[in-house]
């Protein structure tokens, strides 16, 4: 017995560690598969659903599941490729995102996947929710109308520092995410030094002070689309 | 007051062995004592139980039963299924409204009565219902509402509001509840009478792999609604390493139409409890955890009663039957109000404490449960199945119902038909004789399954109730021929979007547009291409959301879609004009006409 575990993804041949998450598996061998809830630094957390993948022809989230001998990955194709637009589609009207004057434009993973995957306008009607903004630190803004809810933040603040700033309340619809104490981020132990500060994907948690400072053209995103660091690791030959 | 509540908190918690992995239970007690869960009494919890705040408020805005707002003292919860809103709830909801003189999710200025609304509380039988605290309220009607509201505010406590009282069990002088049973048709495997003990004794006698061998010989599926084989999981389960093991009785019972459960646990609860000690004793575990939806809180005294007769009399407790070294005790764990929590894996997260989040698999409960630790979850019905097989033999039960699905179905029927209740069949039963039986004959469809189930329409009425082709937990609703079926969807999809725990994408959000979709069709406003978009949309909610919920939850629509298409053609049009029928441009500019005051000169009507 070999101690690699074969599979395919898209019909080319990979070979992956036991154990390892698809996503994982994926990235080694130079293939990118879209995500946003889930990050290097972090445990999964299955919650955005974009990494979704059809194994042996059922549905499942590339982050959390992991290899299996023979396994058969479906990534690229165009049904897969529909499902990830609807779920960044329905991201995009959940929440209030104004790209265009937003201080993450340009280094934005919601708004880099949009490019990546060709959405121009979202298929569904905007929600326009009522959320709110907390300036209170005095470093640290939250603002919740771009939240996506991918819990980054969450598992950063525990598993990184230590501390417990953030948490999920409330559910469905009504689900946001809340800091640990009545209400304001200043109530808590949090300090722009966080892990935590670093891991929103979007613009909903910023350092104060900070935004505006790459020129547009030059910012992570102008240069080249999400994923293509992990593709431009793609092993000559594979 | 401010002392008080850090006294009362520091008993509660103290009470729990200030063990965080307890927090329902302190929060429960909480809500119950103070009317709410306050700002001040999360910190006060979070300290007790060496945890955050904020793991406090997780669990407290989660659940449907907690609040961080104060309540008041009496809560009427009205129930606001479907079946409850064709048999009048409607009326009756405005009724309570009127004599209280609040509205929904209002308290009284008094602080003594706050009104709301909930979804199905496992009462479709006997529709209008409604909760008083933990008493349910039945078959009312309008003056029973403004009656019972007078009482109400003149002081009388919940449990004197009954004076009808139902029957078998329910007039057990620990339940005295006016819910009736309305079981019209007992069969050999749950609704038999058995001695108690017997099974168990039997199992007893067999060695714990035996006991695996005749579950699974029996061809044993879940009733719960998954259908996975018994056996199988109870093996691995028994296979998994963990310092210890857990098996867990589903009994949240929150699908609508659902209230098969409730029945059970009224009046066999010594069978389920006897399945949970067999399985317990199969898999090699020593506690047993019956997770009891709130909505059944008042069966819960009498429960626990039944379980101190069982251990009184050897049947829980250390070392049961002697031979072979097994113990095994159950407790009660309540739920608070969450559909979701039926989910298996949603559930136990609840009995860790947490939110009523699913977690992810694998790990499979069977190999990590409860706390890390090898779990099977089970359906009520199933632990009766698995005590009667044991006490019958595998083979008695394989030879019941269809080839593939071995034995018995309880199904609770309810909405329009002459018999409501619940009816014990033998699988392989056709939906059309059902009908017959429960004097629903002229249904134009009938919900198969509850919500996350299938709406079928006379075509399908020849099919069969089994695993392989009409599969059910039990809920059967009849739509009678003057019913709105996209009024039944839309509330169905209202359903979901309540008790979606929003943990993903696809149903915390897709939900909310597919339901948006729908009513821009029920309003008139819909064009064929959104026949498409619906399909669309309800097909990726399915593939890409994390748990059951989300994954069945475009049911009603793609459902309706399939067998009722001619529903959404008759309403949706193409438009003349070609513009968006959903731009109305006259609303769009409402809100900056109001501003300004004056009305736009040139999009004048
Ligand atoms: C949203 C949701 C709600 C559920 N509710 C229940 C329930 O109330 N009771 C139940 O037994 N199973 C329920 N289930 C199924 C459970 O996840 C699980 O499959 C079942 O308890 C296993 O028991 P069984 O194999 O004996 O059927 C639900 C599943 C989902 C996805
Ligand atoms: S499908 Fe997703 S959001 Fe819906 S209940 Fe399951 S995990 Fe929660
Ligand atoms: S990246 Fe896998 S679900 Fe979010
Ligand atoms: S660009 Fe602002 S959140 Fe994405």
């Given amino acids: 017995m070999s101690s690699t575990v ?18 994982k598996a994926a990235e080694a061998a130079g293939v990118y598969i879209p995500r946003l809830c889930a990050h290097p630094d972090l445990t999964p957390h299955g919650s955005c659903r974009v990494c979704t993948v059809f194994v042996n022809g059922r549905p499942q989230s590339a982050c959390t599941q992991p290899v299996a001998e023979g396994m058969v990955v479906e990534n690229a194709s165009e049904r897969v490729t529909d499902l990830r637009r ?30 990546r995957l ?46 417990n700033v953030f948490g999920f309340v409330g559910r469905g619809p009504h689900k946001r995410v809340a800091v640990n104490a009545e209400a304001r981020l200043a109530d808590t132990d949090a300090t ?17 002070r900070s935004g505006y400072t790459v020129p547009v053209g030059q910012r992570p995103y102008d240069r080249r689309p999400i994923g293509a660091e992990i593709e431009s690791a793609r092993k000559p030959g594979a | 007051m401010g002392d008080d509540l850090a006294e009362g908190i520091r008993q509660i918690c103290a009470a729990c062995g200030n063990d965080r992995t307890r927090m329902m239970d302190i929060v429960r007690q909480v809500q119950a004592r103070y009317g709410c869960v306050s700002s001040r009494a999360m910190d006060l919890i979070a300290a007790a139980v060496s945890t955050h705040r904020v793991e406090v408020e997780s669990v407290v805005s989660f659940y449907a039963f907690l609040s961080t707002r104060p309540k008041g003292r009496v809560i009427i919860r009205v129930c606001d299924d479907i079946i409850d809103r064709m048999r009048g709830g409607e009326r009756v909801a405005k009724a309570f409204s009127d004599a209280l003189g609040i509205g929904f999710g209002q308290t009284t200025p008094d602080g003594l009565i706050t009104l709301e609304r909930t979804a199905c509380i496992g009462m ?25 509201a007078r009482k109400l505010k003149a002081g009388t406590p919940p449990d004197k509001l009954v004076q009808r009282i139902g029957d078998g069990q329910n007039a057990h002088p620990l339940v005295q509840s006016m819910v009736v049973n309305n079981l019209r048709l007992a069969g050999p495997v749950v609704f038999a009478p058995l001695e108690t003990g017997a099974a168990l004794r039997k199992a007893l006698a067999m060695s714990p792999q035996e006991v695996i061998r005749d579950v699974k010989t029996a061809r044993l599926r879940g009733r719960g609604g998954a259908g996975f084989p018994t056996g199988m999981k109870w093996d691995f389960a028994r296979a998994a390493e963990g310092p210890r093991k857990y098996v867990v009785c589903n009994a949240d019972e929150g699908e ?173 039963v056709k939906l059309a004789e059902v009908l017959q039986m429960v004097g629903g004959q002229e249904a134009q469809a009938v919900q198969v399954g509850g919500p996350s189930g299938q709406m079928v329409g006379p075509p399908e009425f020849q099919r069969t109730i089994c695993y392989d082709d009409l599969a059910t937990g039990g809920s059967i609703m009849v739509f009678g021929p003057g019913r709105d079926l996209l009024e039944v969807v839309d509330a169905f999809m209202e359903f979901f979007i309540d008790e979606s725990c929003g943990y993903c994408t696809p149903c915390r959000v897709g939900n909310v547009l597919l339901r948006g979709q729908l009513r821009k069709i029920i309003q008139g406003r819909g064009e064929p291409a959104d026949l498409e978009n619906l399909q669309s949309l309800g097909t990726a909610v ?43 441009i006259r609303a769009a500019l409402g809100e900056a006409e109001r501003i300004t005051g004056r009305k736009s000169a040139v999009f004048a009507q």
């Fill in chain 1, 86 to 115: 609807q779920i960044i589609e329905m991201l995009f009207v959940e929440g209030n995102h104004f790209c265009m004057f937003c201080e993450k434009s340009g280094h934005c993973e919601l708004q880099a996947l949009a490019y």
């Fill in chain 1, 192 to 208: 722009a030094g966080d892990r935590a500060m670093d891991v929103c994907p979007v613009g909903a948690i910023l350092r104060k």
């Fill in chain 2, 542 to 584: 399915k593939a890409a959301s994390r748990c059951g919920l989300g994954q069945t939850s475009p049911n009603p629509v793609l459902s309706s879609l399939k067998n009722f298409r001619s529903l959404y053609e008759t309403r949706v049009r193409e438009n003349p004009d070609g513009l968006q029928p959903t731009f109305d």
């Fill in chain 2, 124 to 148: 479709s039988d006997q529709a209008p219902a409604a909760l008083i605290n933990d008493v349910p309220v039945t078959e009312l009607s309008s003056d029973a509402a403004w009656e019972i």
């Fill in chain 2, 256 to 428: 609508p139409g659902t209230f098969k459960d409730r029945v059970i646990l009224t009046e066999c609860p010594d069978l389920v409890f006897e399945g949970m000690t067999i399985a317990g004793y199969a898999i090699g575990s020593d506690t047993g955890i019956l997770y009891l939806r709130a909505e059944y809180a008042y069966l819960r005294a009498y429960l626990e009663d039944v379980l101190e007769r069982r251990r009184k009399h050897g049947l829980l407790g250390r070392d049961l039957g002697g031979r072979e070294r097994f113990s095994f005790d159950i407790r009660i764990q309540m739920g608070a109000g969450a559909y979701v929590c039926g989910e298996e894996t949603s559930l136990l997260s609840s009995c860790e404490g947490l939110r009523g989040d699913p977690k992810n698999r694998p790990p499979f409960p069977a190999q990590k449960g409860l706390l890390g630790c090898p779990t099977t979850v089970n359906n009520v019905e199933t632990y009766c199945c698995v005590a009667r097989i044991l006490d019958q033999g595998p083979g008695w039960f394989a030879q019941l119902g269809s080839k593939g699905s071995p034995g018995t179905k309880v199904l609770s029927v309810s909405g329009d038909c002459r018999r409501p209740g619940v009816y014990e069949v033998p699988f392989g």
């Fill in chain 1, 6 to 23: 074969t599979l395919t993804i898209d019909g080319v041949e990979i070979q992956a560690q036991p154990g390892q998450t698809i996503l």
């Fill in chain 1, 118 to 163: 060709g959405i121009t306008a979202p298929r569904f009607p905007y929600q326009f929710p009522a959320r709110d903004v907390d300036a209170s630190h005095p470093d640290i803004l939250i603002d919740r109308n771009r939240c996506i809810l991918c819990g980054r933040c969450v598992r950063a603040s525990r598993e990184l520092d230590g501390k």
